[in-house]
């Protein structure tokens, strides 16, 4: 791997610490990972530049919402009129904009306004977040710099802390590799009637996508920067801005609030921690890992919190839903440990089974185990990237994933432990990551599948990662005969619904028959039910 060329004498710095004094002095890791740095503020402070420098329109990303508190939500946007372009095609000034929120997508009913900067140095993103808004309310919001206006965009804030909920319907997407297929399943969920969607990682791929953009076939050549694997800052602004521009992306963005979370492709293939898929020095890694997560954070609808401070994010956190669920969204690449006997499809060793392996880090278990102690919602829902439950290899050959949780059965085994102290009644886990729909039962002890099913585990297909796919792939039923917990299996590409209640929460599996021409029509996969006090899934 080239080391980043807009950091061509950080290498020899970095060296200098001690990586793990990297990780944690923020000052340091900041100064060393960015020539860009942060926005000057206070008397420091540029004025804003004239909103006559922008001569086209700068909304080609449109607008995107997140995070949805009961007074408050998260607006983004991002200046780009060339969004191809590293820069955005954007003059190197702050702009200020402007922006709205109302009860009606007329704007004739606006409750609330505001301003905020959008900085050079953050890639003119803006992150809004507006408060006083009232609780389990549908919203409409726009940005607006001189003569541009932005697409208009819905989104909704949730019911009030503690408060009795009838019902939540929230949809799950993740891998959406630009180069493999057409977003067809975005343009899609934009038409459904959900709450929220959770993004559960992969949104970008850092390899490289050549001028007909692979699968897509594009007549109109992309731009030849985008033809190598993302390492640098500009590099993944650049791709960022490819990845967001698809129309029926911008459609989903438009019409429903995001959660979202990482899994690997958005920084490098199967990284943990500071260690790299590639042999480079780890303090290399590192200031790639920095570019990763600030490109990340440029791009998301995501709160101040969750601003990176080098290569650190923090971006596991809590959000809840009244009194009918509590969502722990988890971050299972920046604190584990290494995957053990050399990552892939391994038979389990000493290694991966040694109780010092850890998937999300201790602290996070921790702070998702004591977050179930306290809960008082009817539906724990733990929305994270890799497969929970145990997977056996079809082919007989014993190996699992030591990239899942199956790397990490002590981790594991620590979180349902965790459960289980915590005297709740209703787990749900929600993966993305392996490009197919999985419907699972989570036992207490995989050995004996005669142990009590302590939950759920809900896994939805890519959107695009992978191609077309197939219903039934070549190991489906082999796969379903060496693992008697996995009570659904299916190919492709798509996204899930699930909607709870105080009763149950009914599962269901969106598919489209390929990704490889656009416009592929809708349909249901498999539809699934678990009941309330009563964990494991029936067919609906």
Known sequence: MPAPSNTPDLRGALRGLDRRRFL???AAATALAFTTGLPRTGAFASPAAAPSAIT????TLAVASGDPLPDSVLLWTRLAPLPLEPTGGMPPSRFDVSWEVARD???????????AAAHPEFNHAVHAEVRGLDAATEYFYRFRIGQWISPVGRTRTA????AAVSSLTFALASCQRYDQGYYTAYGHLANEDVDAV????DYLYEYAVNASAGARAYSEPLPAHLNHETVTLDDYRARYGLYKSDPDQIAAHLAHPFIVTWDDHETENNYADDNPENSVPPEEFLVRRAAAYRAYWENQPLRLPQQPTGPDLKLYRRLKWGRLAQFDILDTRQYRTNQANGDGWKVPTAESEAESMTLPGLEQEKWLTDGWRRSKATWNVV???VTFARRDNPNGSGTRSMDSWDGYPASRRRVLDGWKASGQSNLMVLTGDVHVHYGLNIHDDFD????PVLGTEVVTSSITSGGNGAERPANWAAYLERNPHMKFYNGLRGYTTVSLDADGAEIT???VAKVSTPGAPLTVGGRFFTEAGNPGLVEA
């Open 56 to 59: 086209s329109d700068p909304f």
């Open 159 to 162: 019911p009030p802390a503690g």
């Open 448 to 451: 004996d599948l005669s142990s």
């Open 383 to 385: 929305p994270q990237q």
């Open 509 to 511: 599996y969106k598919n």
């Open 105 to 115: 997508s007329a704007f004739r009913r606006v409750v609330r306004r505001g301003g």
């Open 198 to 201: 959770f993004h559960l990682g």
């Open 24 to 26: 944690t002095v923020s």
